[in-house]
Nanobody, 117 residues
Framework: QVQLVESGGGLVEAGGSLTLSCAAS????????MTWYRQAPGKQRELVARISNGGSTNYADSVKGRFTISRDNAKNTVFLQMNSLKPEDTAVYYCNALAGLPPIDYWGQGTQVTVSS
């Protein structure tokens, strides 16, 4: 089992920045990759950024150049640095861990990000 706790969401003006954190606990040695997803009202959940155990990253086209995913292995924490925020970035952001074999998805509770225009 893996437990995930997100923090760092809030209200910010367009053009501003926020940093989300996701702290993992439990069977963290089984984690293969960690991913940030988001879900806006009335829309499907979408991948925002992913970081593998090897440190490779990938991003949704809509956030490339503005968002950066990183991790602190010592603290078992993954971060999402979000710059130049736009109103369309408004969503609930969820942390996901893919762990074990076969892989199982674990989810955090979500954190709200609201970008005002």
């Amino acid at each position: 089992q893996v437990q995930l706790v997100e923090s760092g969401g809030g209200l910010v003006e367009a053009g501003g920045s926020l940093t989300l954190s996701c702290a993992a606990s439990g069977s963290i040695f089984r984690i293969n990759a960690m991913t940030w997803y988001r879900q806006a009202p009335g829309k499907q959940r979408e991948l925002v950024a992913r970081i593998s155990n090897g440190g490779s990253t990938n991003y949704a086209d809509s956030v490339k150049g503005r968002f950066t995913i990183s991790r602190d292995n010592a603290k078992n924490t993954v971060f999402l640095q979000m710059n130049s925020l736009k109103p369309e970035d408004t969503a609930v952001y969820y942390c996901n861990a893919l762990a074990g074999l076969p892989p199982i998805d674990y989810w955090g509770q979500g954190t709200q990000v609201t970008v005002s225009s």
